[in-house]
Each structure stands twice: as structure tokens, then as C-alpha cells.
Nanobody, 127 residues
């Protein structure tokens, strides 16, 4: 059974930083595209960033590019999202997700591209 568990969310001031973690079991993330999505209240879940199976390719939503960094530790089977220069509009519930296909491409922006999800972690950026 594949399980993903996010941690690291919380309350931070504008301009601050947070690092999210996603511990994965039941599937080796070294073989799958992994991603972070977020969901604002009353809105659809949206793509934030993805990393391919090898870790050699990453992709970001324009709104977070150059502020957020996705990475992973295959040995620990853990995915990370370093979030810097946080803005109030980054306030959302953040979810990690595991891709459906082995050794697939990094460009996977849609929720249907992923078949396992964590429970989410709240990030609140206060001004």
C-alpha cells in the first residue's frame, strides 16, 4: 500500500521560508515523477512543482519559479519543497503526489497524472 505523509507546514511571515517534507512508503520514488500541488480555499488543486524519477529534471508553476525548490532523497524515499520569499498568496494546503507511470517525464501538471496523494499540510503566510 502506497502512503505519502506531508509535514513541515505552519505559519510564517511574508518573506519567510518553510521546508515541506513528504515521506513515502510502498513505492520507490526513484522510479516515479513526484510533485507538489496546493489548494486555496474554494478553488481547484493546482500544480506547484514536479521532479522526475532520476531527480535530474524539475518543473515549476510560473507563480513559484525562482522562489521554490523541489528535491528528493531517494535513499530516504522522501520528497521536499523548499519555499523561500513566501507571499500571502502562497497560503494554501500543500499536497505531495506520486505519478502513475514509471520513468515518466517531469512535465505532469494535472491531478489525473498522479495516483497517490498525501493528506496535505497547511501553509499560512501572514502579512
Amino acid at each position: 500500500q502506497v502512503q505519502l505523509a506531508e509535514s513541515g507546514g505552519g505559519l510564517v511571515q511574508v518573506g519567510g521560508s518553510l521546508r515541506l517534507s513528504c515521506a513515502t512508503s510502498g513505492r520507490a520514488i526513484s522510479a516515479y515523477t513526484m510533485a507538489w500541488f496546493r489548494q486555496h480555499p474554494g478553488k481547484e488543486r493546482e500544480f506547484v512543482a514536479s521532479i522526475n524519477w532520476s531527480g535530474g529534471s524539475t518543473d515549476y508553476a510560473p507563480s513559484v519559479k525562482d522562489r521554490f525548490t523541489i528535491s528528493k532523497d531517494n535513499a530516504e524515499n522522501t520528497l521536499y519543497l523548499q519555499m523561500d520569499v513566501l507571499k500571502p498568496e502562497d497560503t494554501a494546503v500543500y499536497y505531495c503526489a506520486a505519478g502513475r507511470e514509471q520513468f515518466g517525464p517531469v512535465r505532469r501538471w494535472f491531478t489525473d497524472d498522479y495516483d497517490h496523494w498525501g493528506q496535505g499540510t497547511q501553509v499560512t503566510v501572514s502579512s
